[in-house]
């Protein structure tokens, strides 16, 4: 059975970080490439930041660059976001997603508030 189970989100006030995992089961993490996504209520889904299977590509939203860090073990098969300089304007629900060609797989969000 496939399984991604996002954690770690919660309540923090600007400024702050935060560490989001995603743990994976049920199928070959280590030849995925793995992605997490964001939506905030009211607005569209939102790329938030990509590493390629191996761990060595990363690439990131406009808005998260140089204050969030995605990563990658795959000897645990679980991908992490690091959450630096948090705004209120993170605050949403934020996803992971595995893809390989045609297979795809999300979890089911964590929340994320950014507020004083």
């Known amino acids: 059975q496939v399984q991604l189970v996002e954690s770690g989100g919660g309540l923090v006030q600007p400024g702050g970080s935060l560490r989001l995992s995603c743990a994976a089961s049920?199928?070959?993490?280590?030849?995925?490439?793995m992605t997490w996504y964001r939506q905030a209520p009211g607005k569209e889904r939102e790329l938030v930041a990509v590493?390629?299977?191996?761990?060595?590509?990363?690439a990131y939203g406009d808005s998260m660059k140089g204050r969030f860090t995605i990563s990658r073990d795959n000897a645990r098969n679980t991908t992490y976001l690091q959450m630096n300089s948090l705004m209120p304007e993170d605050t949403a629900v934020y996803y992971c997603?595995?893809?390989?060609?045609?297979?795809?797989?999300w979890g089911q969000g964590t929340q994320v508030t950014v507020s004083s």
């Open positions: 590493i390629s299977s191996g761990g060595r590509s990363t």
């Open positions: 997603k595995a893809k390989r060609g045609l297979y795809e797989y």
């Open positions: 049920g199928f070959t993490f280590s030849t995925y490439a």
